[in-house]
């Protein structure tokens, strides 16, 4: 009996483009004289974002892609995961990074990050997931991931609101100009949903639940070292930044890290069947 593959050919391949677009651009961003327009004070903050890509995420992309193909249950989450931070940070980049050489390569890595994300979790079979947070740990993640929606709801809503009320400019588009608002639309309006859902899922122990879990603790795990690596420029560069400001930026990242590793651990691991689908691709 004919198993369905564990990922199809294309979904490989839509990676394998992804892991080489990412690194070129990071590599460029860091090696290239005048490869950015940006302001002078911003490019420490564009090479710490481009070095935790190529250190961090690139790697952890590599991995989970092949222990994907290998059956790993583990991998798919951490597959996932790896391309839900690639959509997020492409998307948010291309937008708040001036137009350079590299600007097409940012528009392809989007595509390939999104469509090749959306693609793969809709071929997961949540089954082979659901389960993997019995008993208390369940109630334990949904609430981490419910306070995370709300704390950061909170983080950006206290500084958009005060500057409608008083017809003055948020925080974060007078650092780093009219283009700021893309962070405010993206966290607002798709990772806080998303958040929340999945906790109210967890809560009521759906389908989908454990797998939408894994998927957003690997994507709070690679942010981590981003965020942190930013706010340590920020604060060398004399930015000034209050203390809500980094505890909401840095902690809710840090835990979902220490959340991300305990949940792969709890995911069961492969069985035969699904190491030899891991052999087969579909074209």
Known sequence: MSQTPILRRWHVRSTLAILALSAASSLLGLFRPGHYTDPAALLSRIRAEDAVILLVAVPVLAIGLWTTLRGSRRGRVVWLGALAYMTYMWASLSVNRAFNAFFLGYVVLVT????????????????????ALTGRP???YAGFLFVTALGLAAL??????????????PPVVEQFGETGVVTYVVDLG??????????????????????CAGVLLVFAAL?????????????????????GMVVGSVLPPLLGAVFALDFVRRVPGRSRTETEEGTSLAG
């Open 112 to 131: 390939l990050s999104l469509y090749t994300f959306v693609a793969g979790l809709l071929a997961a079979d949540p089954d082979r997931f659901h389960g």
């Open 138 to 140: 369940r109630r334990v």
């Open 156 to 169: 950006w809503l206290s500084e958009i609101v005060p500057a409608l009320l008083a017809g003055t400019t």
């Open 190 to 211: 798709i990772v806080v949903p998303a958040l929340a859902v999945t906790a109210v899922w967890l809560w009521r122990d759906r389908q989908w639940s454990d797998l």
């Open 223 to 243: 942010l981590a070292p981003g965020i942190s690596a930013i706010t340590l420029v920020d604060f060398q560069t004399g930015v000034e930044m209050t203390t």
